[in-house]
């Protein structure tokens, strides 16, 4: 199994629907998480950080459910400028060891 | 400012070759990583440097890969007697501190081809 799972998609949706993906992650002393944007053939770029009671930024949202170890990313008013694939990041404060999924695509059309 | 840079930005080399990869972190970052990303699949963490140490080298795949970090600055990324199953984009980042929320910063990747 892997640390960090995420449906790869390909998630296609028009201009202004609103688009949820989830992650899990398997290792209980994960501390920090992460959503990062990675554009093709580009490096990733940090989207948000995830804090415990969730948080908003413009028209993303991201939750961290502890207890059931998902973490969750809702997209309003999706952009055509979103597309891109989104990737979880757990990372385990101790040793600094930072696990990525293997991201979702997002495909917004016109 | 200048970001992370990262050298060669692509390489094509001869399966049992030896090839360094250079990451140059952001000035001041004392927080380095190095990653490397296959084909459609996500970022397998490698290593990570804080100053000049690396107290996890655990992720390196095997003994032929290595890495060191002088300086507290640049850092090289080697792989002995390189094989096929190494062509990936390997990514370097840095961070200001490697503290819990600090954002990496990541490099554009150098893409490494073993023919």
């Known amino acids: 199994r892997k640390e960090v799972e995420q449906d790869p998609g390909p998630f296609n949706v028009p201009e202004g629907a609103t688009v949820a993906f989830n992650c899990t992650y398997s290792?209980?002393?994960?501390?920090?998480f992460f959503w990062y944007r990675q554009d093709c053939r580009k490096e990733p770029k940090l989207l948000m950080s995830v804090y415990s009671s969730g948080n908003e930024d413009g028209r993303f949202t991201a939750q961290l459910n502890r207890a059931s170890q998902y973490i969750s990313l809702l997209i309003r008013d999706s952009k055509l400028s979103d597309s891109a694939t989104y990737l979880c990041?757990?990372?385990?404060?101790?040793?600094?060891?930072?696990?990525f999924g293997a991201g979702t695509r997002l495909t917004v059309k016109p | 400012g200048a970001g992370v840079s990262q050298s060669p930005s692509n390489k094509v080399t001869e399966k049992g070759k030896d090839v360094e990869l250079r990451c140059d972190p952001i000035s001041g970052h004392t927080a380095l990583y190095w990653y490397r990303q296959s084909l459609g699949q996500g970022l397998e963490f490698l290593i990570y440097?804080?100053?000049?140490?690396?107290?996890?080298k655990s992720g390196l795949p095997s003994d032929r890969f290595s890495a060191e970090r002088t300086g507290g600055s640049v850092s090289t990324l080697t792989i002995q007697r390189t094989q096929q199953e190494d062509s990936a984009v390997y990514l370097c980042a840095s961070s200001h501190s490697g503290l819990a929320n600090d954002e990496q910063y990541f490099g554009p990747g150098t893409r490494l081809t073993v023919t």
């Open positions: 290792n209980s002393a994960s501390q920090s």
């Open positions: 990041v757990v990372k385990i404060v101790s040793n600094n060891d930072m696990r």
């Open positions: 440097f804080q100053g000049n140490s690396a107290p996890d």
